[in-house]
């Protein structure tokens, strides 16, 4: 009789631990599952991976508990754990922890050419490459093969990283990559970014004893975009279709005052009512009540700012390093976010209380 | 007769300082990554037993403390190939340098 | 003509493994030899099907601890042939200076205590020295100096960092001219003249018939290198050509071993230069994802090492593993060599095909070229020692 099934036996002695088949019960076959990724990346005996309908097992479960612990929808996840850890003096009611709220935008031409807004993130991302305060970042990059569909990626360069500038609105699994960064690729300092499920997940898996701490250890800064659904991405090629737009001619898309806005060779072809995609955002993300990545060390997004400008959150310490150190060298300029913050909270207050 | 090649290489070794470094008095440094004695950290570990279900070697156990369950390693069986390192998800092992663990009885080689 | 039976082994000075060879001299000339192989015989086959094949790679290192290496590589590639699964170049590069290193440490070892026996002890420490070298190499990269522990199913364990590279070939480039100077005192010693040439021949024709393999059978002329027929790891991009010498005596099988000793410098240089940047390795799931078979043949420092494992769709240990070593193919070629010759020959001989008779004797029925005797006689053995 091999380990595993001796082992069993002793641990099983005490709590019955958590499987794979619990993730599946108690989050996946509920239709909460955010497919993140975070429960693959966590598997140390890369028992699961990600497919279009959510984590999948291929290997045999060794109840580690790793992957329920790591889930952000698991009944075993704990906010306050994660608030707690945070270094921020302020809260506020659906902002969250944090140092300051500030507008802010890239100062380099090759951002602003590719930026969604104000090219913060990439920004920082550079900064970061750039200082050698991250050697890899979780990016969702775009699929060579199928237009504007998001594929997780590992950059490793400055360069790799402005290569995945732009907002996608389809949903990435980008914590997958996760096991690329640390697993294959053996880095020690990631950065990841992501949308407010994927940054719970992170942080999470920081600060839970129970999730893959080891993984948490590698992860350096956690940068949070600003979110209020996903979209699958069939349901958007067909949306598109249903207007005659070929999502392969698409240059960019965004979502502001309300409208979704498609933009070809750089002009608008398409702008409607963001209330017109209600029922083709993605089921699991109604359960949301976070808009601005409440867990992140910096989290950035348009609402709040003037065009052509981003909204940063700085919610911890190294968060505030990283953002003032960008600053201070130049690659980023910064000024008063003024009233955008009380719109913002206003948008955060409806997607925290929505039904 | 030809003299051997060597013998030039000889002669000039004996006026050489020998390579011999006289452990134990002075012990050659160990690689970054050595693989010795374990590090068994037990505020990380959740008792999950991994390590002890991929030992090659079945050299880890898993032992009941009160509510928790620890591993403990019998160094006697390890092999140090530190796949239980590789496979702890919270990183509750971790590689050490210390390679001096002749003892005198086996119950000295159990590691908590 | 009075033959005598000169038993050696299995303990002896002159082997480094315990084996039983039976000879029937007459005089001082060996007339016959008699191997019985079987002293180290473990039961690995069986217990590569007890075990995960996650642990199965650390149990196939142990099959030989000079070759430890090459064994975890035919391992793991013989799994990943049965999984289906491709690894990462980078990976393939790092396999491969990994693998060279550790034929250079085996081959500076059996240079070495060839030496001994010869009773050129001053040359067997020099070789013994350079050794370190590799060993010290050996440890930066993976841990520990011999016992590497560094493939696994997917790619390898540890990337490397400049450091370790730099480290590397600052150390080869002093131990190529070292090892030149050993060629040409090889080529140019009366000891080791006398003790060496013409010592253990073995024809071409003969080789071949007996299926030897490895520097053994390139001693004789006969071009064999998996390296270079079936490429693994980096051997499709890595340039790489076979040493052969004609000789075919026991000179010729030691100049092959230092001679693929600098070709490994070069190999490793050339990996070094070319080695690609990527991921070190890819997530493999413990259970086989089909059922399959799956082998490997590597190119070992003693010849052509096989692994044959077969695999089933969702089970994590294998349903069966073979393993066929060079030193096995080697054992009729040598016990040809050793004929004609004198006694005091036989270590010389014995130890220029490289025995690992650690490597030989896992198998679980022991069918040697002379038939099932020798079966009987292991039975025989082990009946006697029992009462």
């Given at each position: 009789m091999i380990n595993v099934e001796r082992i069993e036996t002793q641990v099983g002695g005490l709590a019955e631990p958590k499987r794979f088949r619990d993730l599946m019960a108690d989050v996946i076959s509920k239709g909460i599952c955010s497919k993140c990724g975070m429960c693959v990346s966590s598997c140390q005996v890369h028992a699961l991976v990600m497919t279009d309908e959510g984590p999948k097992r291929v290997g045999p479960c060794r109840q580690c508990e790793a992957c329920y612990y790591g889930c952000p929808r698991s009944p075993a996840f704990s906010g306050e754990l994660l608030e707690a850890s945070l270094s921020s003096e302020n809260k506020d009611e659906v902002l969250g922890r944090y140092i300051k709220i500030v507008s802010a935008r890239t100062t380099r031409d090759d951002v602003r050419a590719r930026a969604q807004d104000g090219g913060v993130v990439t920004t920082l991302l550079i900064y970061a490459f750039e200082k050698g305060l991250i050697d890899g970042v979780i990016v969702a990059s775009k699929s060579p093969i199928e237009a504007w569909k998001p594929v997780p990626t590992v950059a490793l360069t400055a360069s790799e990283a402005l290569e995945a500038a732009g907002t996608k609105y389809s949903n990435s699994p980008n914590l997958v990559a996760l096991k690329d960064a640390i697993y294959c690729y053996e880095l020690?300092?990631?950065?990841?970014?992501?949308?407010?499920?994927?940054?719970?997940?992170?942080?999470?898996?920081?600060?839970?004893?129970?999730?893959?701490?080891?993984?948490?250890?590698?992860?350096?800064?956690?940068?949070?975009?600003?979110?209020?659904?996903?979209?699958?991405?069939?349901?958007?090629?067909?949306?598109?279709?249903?207007?005659?737009?070929?999502?392969?001619?698409?240059?960019?898309?965004?979502?502001?005052?309300?409208?979704?806005?498609?933009?070809?060779?750089?002009?608008?072809?398409?702008?409607?009512p963001i209330k017109d995609l209600k029922d083709y955002a993605n089921e699991y993300c109604h359960v949301c009540r976070d808009l601005t990545s409440l867990y992140a060390d910096v989290s950035v997004g348009a609402i709040g700012s003037q065009h052509g400008w981003s909204t940063v959150i700085i919610r911890t310490n190294e968060g505030a390093k990283l953002f003032e150190g960008a600053v201070q060298e130049g690659y980023l300029e910064v000024k008063d976010i003024g009233s955008g913050v009380d719109v913002l909270r206003k948008i955060a207050k409806r997607k925290a209380s929505k039904k | 007769m030809r003299l051997p090649s060597l013998l030039k290489e000889v002669w000039s070794n004996l006026f050489k300082k020998p390579v011999t470094v006289k452990y134990p008095f002075k012990?050659?440094?160990?690689?970054?990554?050595?693989?010795?004695?374990?590090?068994?950290?037990?505020?990380?570990?959740?008792?999950?037993?991994?390590?002890?279900?991929?030992?090659?070697?079945?050299?880890?156990?898993?032992?009941?403390?009160?509510?928790?369950?620890?591993?403990?390693?019998?160094?006697?069986k390890c092999i140090f190939c530190y796949q239980c390192e590789d496979v702890c998800p919270r990183g509750a092992i971790r590689r050490g340098k210390d390679f001096e663990l002749a003892s005198w009885s086996r119950g000295d080689l159990i590691l908590r | 003509?009075?033959?005598?039976?000169?038993?050696?082994?299995?303990?002896?000075?002159?082997?480094?493994?315990?084996?039983?060879?039976?000879?029937?001299?007459?005089?001082?000339?060996?007339?016959?030899?008699?191997?019985?192989?079987?002293?180290v015989h473990r039961g690995i086959e069986k217990a590569l099907s007890e075990r995960t094949f996650v642990q199965d790679i650390y149990l196939a290192e142990r099959i030989c601890g000079i070759c430890n290496v090459v064994h975890t590589l035919t391992a793991v590639q013989a799994i990943e042939n049965a999984f289906g699964i491709e690894v990462p170049r980078r990976a393939r590069y790092l396999r491969t200076i990994v693998h060279e290193l550790n034929r250079m440490h085996s081959h500076l070892l059996i240079l070495g205590v060839a030496c001994e026996l010869m009773g050129f002890d001053t040359l067997f420490m020099l070789f013994w020295r350079d050794r370190e070298v590799v060993m010290d190499l050996v440890e930066i990269i993976t841990g520990n100096r011999v016992m590497s522990a560094y493939n696994i199913i997917g790619g390898v364990r540890r990337n490397i960092s400049d450091f370790e590279i730099s480290e590397i070939k600052k150390a080869l480039g002093s131990m190529a001219e070292r090892l030149k100077h050993y060629k040409k005192v090889f080529m140019e010693d009366p000891t080791v003249r006398a003790r060496c040439v013409n010592v253990g021949y073995l024809s071409r024709a003969r080789t071949l018939a007996l299926g030897a393999v490895g520097p053994t059978a390139r001693g004789s002329g006969v071009e064999i290198d998996v390296r270079a027929e079936e490429p693994y790891a980096a051997f499709d991009e890595v340039p790489y050509t076979a040493v052969v010498y004609n000789e075919g005596d026991s000179w010729a099988r030691l100049m092959v071993r230092i001679d693929e000793t600098l070709e490994s410098i070069k190999i490793i240089e050339q990996c070094l230069d070319r080695m690609p940047s990527g991921p070190v390795k890819v997530p493999v799931p413990e259970a086989a994802p089909r059922t399959a078979e799956g082998f490997s043949v590597t190119e070992a420092p003693r010849g052509e090492l096989l692994h044959h494992v077969y695999a089933k769709e969702g089970e994590d240990k294998p349903i069966r593993y073979r393993v066929r070593t060079p030193t096995y193919a080697n054992i009729p070629a040598v016990c040809e060599m050793l004929k004609g010759g004198y006694i005091a020959d036989i270590p010389v001989t014995l130890v220029s095909i490289d025995p690992c008779f650690s490597c030989t004797d896992r198998v679980a029925l022991v069918d040697v070229n002379s038939g099932e005797k020798r079966v009987v006689d292991i039975f025989t053995l082990m009946r006697r020692y029992r009462k």
């Open positions: 020690n300092r990631v950065c990841v970014v992501g949308v407010p499920c994927q940054v719970a997940a992170a942080r999470n898996v920081k600060v839970q004893p129970k999730a893959a701490t080891k993984i948490g250890d590698k992860i350096a800064f956690i940068i949070g975009l600003f979110c209020m659904e996903s979209f699958p991405h069939a349901k958007l090629v067909e949306y598109l279709l249903s207007h005659d737009i070929d999502i392969s001619k698409v240059s960019k898309f965004d979502i502001k005052e309300g409208k979704f806005r498609v933009y070809i060779e750089g002009s608008e072809a398409l702008s409607v | 012990r050659l440094p160990v690689s970054p990554i050595y693989r010795g004695k374990h590090e068994i950290l037990r505020d990380r570990c959740t008792g999950c037993g991994l390590c002890a279900k991929i030992c090659p070697a079945f050299a880890i156990t898993m032992e009941t403390i009160g509510d928790k369950v620890f591993p403990i390693i019998d160094l006697g | 003509m009075s033959a005598i039976d000169l038993i050696i082994g299995p303990v002896h000075p002159a082997l480094h493994e315990p084996e039983r060879f039976v000879f029937k001299i007459d005089g001082e000339v060996v007339v016959d030899v008699e191997p019985r192989i079987g002293f």
